[in-house]
């Protein structure tokens, strides 16, 4: 198959390309079997399953973006196509993603790789004949990058894809706030602060006055307007960052690409509105094995072909031809 995508030309653009499949297309209806995964900080996350339960079919674990969940269009899309090739798949849910706030005041944000190192453990004792392979999209691919780098040959992972990567955390938080990328910004803002205001809502019902009063020094929710805002109040203090600055540096999946050890493919967009193209690293910052797929257009997880009549996703066409054939050279 020639890795070639030629966007629709009914949707000229990058927001077009971005926004088209979120808001008109139909989601998957899949049949799945959600796991919640208890852990030792006396938290959850929940695992949805999908495709075939033999032992020794490979398996697939997605990983969702910013605001997102095992419900995302592209994620429930990923899932069908994957299961149409013989392959499971589980999609996971950050921390306060699946539909109920999280228990303890840390949630999710771009550098959990612990977290997924934990699933990812789970995962290979529950179907340790199963050749493990992820996919991680924008914030999820972030993480996705990070863990393959610190963990080198100990992934766990056969290989992996990451989708419209905000390589550079700094840079996207600025890219963000430009043009139309704003009207992303106002959307994400809003979600983000949902996110934190629900939780503070469980606490208080649940009389939990010690994770609300962790919460509530955190300050007040509104007047937020930028990313640079919320992660310096929010997401750097409440998981042990100094500031907006030193999370943005340490939580890049840049500044970890060089040691990646498994075979991975980054799909990328000149034209993400939320990535400038200067954050999009250079050859020589690649692991031999990786492979980066940069096309001119397809914004951001985007990445739509076909007739307005038949739309095309190349994602689906793509990530599980690419992971069988890592699993046919392995």
Not at 1 to 21: C, D, I, R, V, Y
Not at 69 to 98: D, K, M, P, T
Not at 251 to 269: D, K
């Amino acid at each position: 198959m020639n890795p070639s995508f030629k966007p629709a030309w009914w949707l000229p653009g990058a927001h077009l390309q971005t926004l088209w499949a979120s808001f008109l297309r139909a989601p998957a209806t899949l049949e799945r079997t959600r796991e919640r995964l208890w852990l030792a900080d006396g938290d959850f996350i929940d695992l949805d399953w999908h495709g075939p339960h033999d032992a020794e079919a490979p398996l697939v674990l997605l990983l969702h973006g910013l605001t997102g969940s095992s419900s995302s269009h592209y994620i429930l899309g990923q899932q069908q196509a994957l299961a149409a090739q013989g392959w499971a798949s589980v999609a996971l849910n950050w921390r306060g993603c699946s539909g109920e706030p999280n228990l303890l005041p840390r949630g999710y944000h771009s550098g959990v790789s612990d977290d997924l190192g934990l699933v990812i453990a789970h995962l290979q004792a529950a179907r340790p004949l199963a050749p493990l392979y992820a996919a991680g999209y924008s914030l999820g691919g972030n993480v996705l990058l990070k863990y393959l780098g610190e963990r080198g040959e100990q992934s766990g992972l056969q290989a992996a894809v990451a989708v419209s990567v905000p390589f550079r955390l700094d840079h996207c938080a600025d890219r963000i706030g430009l043009g139309f990328s704003r009207v992303y910004q106002a959307h994400f803002m809003r979600e983000l602060t949902a996110y934190v205001q629900a939780k503070k809502r469980r606490f208080a019902d649940a009389g939990a006055s010690q994770n609300l009063s962790i919460l509530e020094q955190l300050g007040p929710l509104d007047g937020m307007r930028t990313f640079w805002d919320f992660d310096g109040q929010i997401t750097a203090p409440l998981h042990g960052y100094a500031d907006a600055d030193d999370y943005y540096r340490r939580a890049s999946s840049r500044y970890f690409l060089g040691a990646i050890r498994v075979p991975t493919l980054l799909i990328q967009a000149a034209d993400d509105p939320f990535v400038f193209r200067h954050s999009v690293p250079e050859p020589d910052e690649l692991a031999p094995a990786t492979e980066l797929e940069l096309h001119a257009k397809g914004g951001h997880v985007g990445f739509i072909d076909g007739s307005l009549r038949t739309p095309g996703f190349y994602l689906e066409r793509r990530i599980p031809q690419w992971l069988r054939q890592q699993a046919a050279a392995q």
